[in-house]
């Protein structure tokens, strides 16, 4: 089993599909997608409500046979809500030996106590193998300032009982552009919005101190705009980076290799990140980084150390 701490940084580029991709199971085993780090397979907004329990019944095929493919990324479901989490759970999730965890979709102080009981209820006696969660925010009561503060750090309260079983923080951009009837287009990134980047700094606020928080979706991916739409996801993702968050949502299996790469870290990074973790001096805490250009500050420096050394050993280190 694999630590939490490593485990939540493993989920990097998180792929959605809907639950009916059947063809996702030839392209794991032909290794047809090397990049592929997580997939959510999404019961929520991507499938209609009349066509349900027809994606249950795919996914529940298409998670039996990924059982016997080799080297597979982490298995996440994206559901509906706290009772569909429990129902989903208990005829299809635990008899799954694949699952790493759920995708709570919409998640505000309306349902959050619903579902944290049923994630406590489904990780009874799963100690040492735990069924994750992660909370997506998109909710209108946590877009609105009159309500933000309050609800965040209500939602902060709730969450850390079970922080042991929370693998990241999710955000949805495109929710919560909609609330204000706004898309950005192939030349914005989500920090050009205003207001929802305002949303994005509020959210890292309360929870980057003790969650992964990860990166909302670009929403472009092909077309006449090759060049565009993946320099677009690269400026968005060096945002991200410079914001706080640590990996993203892809809606496309191009965008994975650019999320990957993002992924790793520098070699002056992790050359000065190996030094604060293996600070020797017992008389100075302050010393020059490795190639002599900057400060490191082993007081300051230690928490952002750790996760550059976890990059890197799990992404790569490039000069």
Request: with cysteine; hydrophobic share 40%; aromatic share 8%.
């Amino acid at each position: 089993m694999v630590d939490k701490e490593i485990l939540q940084y493993k989920v990097g580029g998180l792929m959605y599909m809907p639950a009916f991709q059947k063809n996702i199971v030839g392209k794991l085993s032909g290794n047809k997608l090397p990049y592929l780090n997580s997939a959510a397979f999404c019961l929520e907004d991507s499938i209609s409500d009349e066509s349900v329990d027809e994606a249950e019944a795919t996914l529940k095929i298409i998670l039996r046979e990924l059982e016997s493919v080799e080297n597979l990324p982490l298995i996440f479901v994206r559901i509906r809500s706290p009772r569909h989490l429990q129902i989903f759970h208990e005829t299809i999730g635990m008899h799954s030996k694949i699952l790493t965890g759920y995708i709570l979709p919409k998640v505000d102080m309306n349902n959050a106590f619903a579902y944290i009981n049923v994630a406590k209820e489904i990780n009874e006696g799963r100690l040492s193998n735990p069924i994750y969660i992660m909370p997506t925010f998109e909710s209108k009561r946590i877009a609105i300032l009159l309500t933000r503060q309050t609800e965040l750090l209500s939602l902060k309260q709730a969450f850390d009982e079970i922080k042991q079983i929370i693998l990241n923080i999710r955000v949805g951009a495109n929710d919560l552009c909609n609330l204000y009837g706004l898309r950005r287009n192939i030349n914005q990134t989500i920090y050009d919005i205003g207001v929802v980047r305002d949303i994005f700094v509020d959210i890292i606020n309360v929870f980057a101190t003790d969650y992964v928080v990860a990166g909302s979706v670009w929403n472009y991916f092909g077309g006449d705009n090759d060049n565009a739409w993946a320099e677009g996801l690269r400026r968005e993702l060096e945002l991200d980076k410079a914001n706080g968050f640590t990996g993203k949502t892809a809606i496309h299996p191009s965008q994975l290799p650019i999320i990957f790469n993002s992924m790793k870290v520098t070699k002056t990074d992790w050359d000065d990140a190996n030094m604060l973790l293996d600070w020797k001096s017992s008389t100075h805490g302050v010393t020059k980084s490795a190639d002599g250009s900057r400060m490191n500050e082993v007081k300051c420096h230690s928490a952002w150390a750790r996760k550059i050394k976890i990059l890197g050993e799990l992404y790569g280190v490039i000069e």
